[in-house]
């Protein structure tokens, strides 16, 4: 059974960091593309940043230069570091991984940015 595990979440003041991990177990099959998504209370679950196989990277125009996605392919994880938080970053962050196309999602770990 795939599993994902998200860690790394807490509480921060505005203008500190944060790095989360994502590890995947539970697959013989490396993961393809990773993201990490923000969900605040009330609101949608938006995508904050993406990862492929090779590198290849995006994110939102609210984190560009403040948040940084990662992958280790050897430990089949993902990682989200995040700089200069902001009280609006305030979240449920969490992560998804396609594995042979079909798409696993983490439990979610709380991100609390306080001003």
């Known amino acids: 059974q795939v599993q994902l595990v998200e860690s790394g979440g807490g509480l921060v003041q505005a203008g500190g960091s944060l790095r989360l991990s994502c590890a995947v177990s539970g697959s013989i099959f490396a993961a393809d593309t990773m993201d990490w998504y923000q969900q605040a209370p009330g609101k949608q679950r938006d995508l904050v940043a993406t990862?492929?196989?090779?590198?290849?990277?995006y994110y939102a125009d609210s984190v560009k230069g403040r948040f940084t996605i990662s992958r280790d392919n050897s430990k089949n994880t993902v990682y989200l570091q995040m700089s200069n938080l902001k009280p609006e970053d305030t979240a449920v962050y969490y992560c998804?991984?396609?594995?042979?196309?079909?798409?696993?999602w983490g439990q979610g770990t709380q991100v609390t940015v306080a001003s």
């Open positions: 990862i492929t196989r090779d590198g290849s990277t």
């Open positions: 998804r991984a396609f594995i042979r196309t079909k798409p696993y």
